[in-house]
């Protein structure tokens, strides 16, 4: 298992991550609010590789559809290896394995039960 203790995606903007921050808690400002607003482009003039926000989860899925099929390079789909950890009895790790099929991202940290991978 590895744990992961260091914002990757706003490294290069501690301003940008603060924002992000105070937005996931309801505590944004109104010069939070202007800032992102000056950086609102129509989607045609934007690079491929600048950070989107999205409102919903459900839209955040379908842009990284749409960005992993327009790539030419050989795909792959990565399954999870789920497992129980601890000190319960077989029975129950047989149970919790059968349920985790049907827990929805939200109820599981947002772990995904596939990752796709394209090479280049």
């Known amino acids: 298992m590895f744990e992961l203790d260091e914002i990757m995606r706003q490294r290069e903007s501690t301003e940008f991550a603060e924002i992000l921050n105070r937005l996931r808690e309801g505590k944004d400002t109104s010069s939070d609010l202007k800032k992102l607003k000056e950086r609102c482009v129509n989607e045609s003039s934007c690079p491929t ?12 899925d379908d842009y ?14 990565i399954k999870a290896q789920d497992s129980v950890i601890g000190a319960c009895s077989a029975e129950l790790k047989e ?26």
Not at 49 to 60: D, H, S, T
Not at 66 to 76: A, P
């Open 95 to 120: 149970k919790i394995m059968r349920q985790i099929p049907y827990v929805s991202l939200r109820n599981s940290k947002q772990l995904a039960s596939k990752l796709k991978l394209v090479v280049g």
């Open 49 to 60: 590789e600048a950070p989107r926000l999205f409102i919903q989860n459900a839209l955040v």
């Open 64 to 77: 990284n559809e749409k960005v992993y099929e327009s790539f030419s390079g050989d795909k792959y789909v």
